[in-house]
């Protein structure tokens, strides 16, 4: 396998665009992400495009080829890939995987989603196409039940309380303050979450990401050519992608998602490096117990204690494993295809030393996009050139 | 790239299936596939699952980690790929990429759609998502609008004429009546034909092909690793996979598919091969003027005369290059992310010799996949192992 670098990003603001057709916020992001390059059009020799609900939502799908050719670029293989919510990650990977099996020299990753132009039932219908809808669907579980459920059995085993798991919402939504591309960034307090409405109980409102609009886009070239990008080339050491148990009733335990457990393992190995390597992560926190649980089964977190190293300032931007420092899905945002490759952004700005909240010393990253009910996950792993 | 085999196929009949959900109708394919090939489940490393709007017409996505694990198999890569009509050509191709490049040594693809249960207009809007909606969906074109057009440029620049068209569709009429698959195997005449209502003048009833559910599915395993299979190996001599225009405003002339003549163009160049080396070709007649140009673009026929080809049994099972032997989309149905995945199914019963309508000696076998307004293409040509 040749190695990789990521050279360009790009990315739309996250938040509500419901004036903008989907194409038009992937055709924004891949311009900045191939300025950002400096690459020329003619060398990008595969198109992957993340996306889930383009279809339900917008009646506009074949998004690979038409944002390709909005482009101007080549008339090369141009893909949609779709695992859920890890359809952007998967994304990532595909392009990666293009350079890195030798197809191509370069390649454009590109993730999207419209979904707030469209009726709130109509997104919570597009959202539980994730689940397998003949078990979970007809149980009337939706994905908020999915993770009060999670965090019930959280906090019986472990004892995780809502004042710690409130610290993972005050840390992404204050890293997304600073975060010009984040949507819902702010200053809150514990009483703000404690009195916000009941979703799913134990879950309230500021536990849930929230709906939005967006894209993100990578420019990824092969190492060993030149482009004569203005930026530092950031090296792919890993990109995993797992398959879980589709329906809830599949997993043995609602504490851990095993694709998780299973893409970071094949992550590491491939990088060659342990969690204690990691300088940051950006992990699928579409809830605030999502979070904690990803922490653990990433392996960055003792089991049982994602909440207390929340509480505990740990995963802060300044603590010893900085989880979220662009606000997370929480803060940021959550247009679904875009989000796996809007982690790979966030990555990369931290490498380069230049994220709004930037970690100390970062050297090495690691990103997690997790699909549906734990069914598809990706994991990354980024390293500055000296890493 | 290491050479590549399909060892296994299956697939569910293509026609009316309303009442079973859409994971099923795959699994039933894959189930087949897995048991034609004999292979253990444990070595399948990757799985890709082409499907375009299961998502509006199902609520139901994340289809490939679904039906793997519904078929038991590994906790593996499970990708969908989208490229509108050409998506089960994609996932074919992903699968073969798997292999070639050395990710796996055996891989599933997987093609489904489920049609028949929405309603008509429902459906019609789905098929649309394949448009560039900003541009072409809002002049009120529809495919059927577009293949008129196209079949009036024909017309009149080679004097294409109604009898001759009806040519293509009395041949896979017929073909689909052998075919134990097909949707709408019949005999028809002349008379029949033109007396069905007009769809999009010129473009009548039966030159449409019909709305279908279905699956097919194909095991691919890595030419140097023998797994037992009871069958014959075909090879994989080319899997192509190119873009074309997104808006129809784009394409130079309605009488020719620039993706369909790229994809060719490297697919021939891939195998070693020239277009008179082909013994039969499956290719995409959504539209039995479709039919006429595809084969053009292929190179299988001249420049101006696939219209006359058919008229003149040249493109009949015992002709000079046997088009559609399975009855195409025109009489074995076109459960759209189905068809290209069948396509390759139907390749490799004829190299194998045991098609229902059995080309002669066939050793070379070309399928042709075509999404969108011509926006996607995939063609892949297969060897028997003598080839």
């Not at 990521?6 to 057709?21: A, E, K, L, P, Y």
């Not at 979450?193 to 990401?209: A, E, G, H, M, R």
């Not at 089991?303 to 662009?326: H, K, L, Q, Y």
């Amino acid at each position: 396998m040749r190695k990789v670098h990521v050279t360009g990003i790009g990315s739309t603001t996250f938040g509500q665009h419901s004036d903008r057709r989907i194409e038009t916020l992937a055709v924004e992001a891949g311009e900045a992400a191939l300025a950002d390059a400096a690459v020329d059009r003619a060398e990008i020799g595969a198109v992957y495009l993340g996306n889930f609900v383009s279809g339900p939502l917008t009646g506009q799908e074949v998004l690979a080829g038409l944002v390709a050719d909005n482009l101007g670029l080549p008339d090369v293989p141009c893909t949609k890939v779709e695992g859920a919510c890890a359809s952007g990650g998967i994304a990532f990977r595909h392009a990666y995987l293009a350079i890195a099996t030798g197809q191509c020299d370069a390649a454009l990753a590109v993730g999207v989603e419209s979904m707030t132009q469209a009726p709130g039932e109509r997104v919570t219908a597009a959202l539980n196409c994730a689940m397998d809808n003949r078990s979970d669907g007809v149980s009337g579980l939706t994905f908020p039940g999915l993770f009060g459920m999670a965090w019930r059995l959280h906090a019986k085993r472990y004892g995780t309380t809502r004042a710690q798991v409130s610290a993972v919402v005050r840390k992404n939504k204050a890293n997304g303050l600073s975060n010009p591309l984040a949507q819902m960034g702010r200053v809150i307090s514990d009483d703000e979450i404690n009195q916000s409405p009941f979703v799913c109980d134990p879950l309230q409102l500021f536990d849930c990401c929230p709906v939005s609009d967006g894209a993100a886009a990578l420019v990824l070239v092969a190492a060993d050519r030149s482009y004569g990008s203005a930026e530092i080339p950031i090296k792919i050491l890993a990109s995993a992608q797992t398959r879980g148990a589709a329906r809830i009733a599949g997993h043995p335990d609602l504490c851990s998602f095993g694709a998780t457990v299973a893409a970071a393992s094949q992550a590491y190995e491939a990088a060659g490096i342990g969690p204690s390597d990691v300088n940051f992560v950006e992990l699928h926190d579409c809830f605030s117990i999502a979070e904690v649980i990803d922490s653990e089964d990433l392996g960055i977190v003792p089991r049982g204690e994602g909440a207390v190293w929340a509480a505990e300032g740990r995963t802060a931007t300044d603590g010893d494993m900085p989880i979220n420092p662009s606000g997370g899905l929480l803060a940021k945002g959550h247009p679904v295809g875009a989000t796996g490759v809007g982690q790979i952004y966030e990555a990369v700005l931290q490498l380069r030393g230049r994220h709004p909240n930037q970690v100390r010393d970062a050297a090495i990253g690691m990103t997690h996009n997790l699909g549906g009910t734990g069914v598809a996950c990706t994991v990354s792993i980024l390293g500055r050139a000296d890493a």
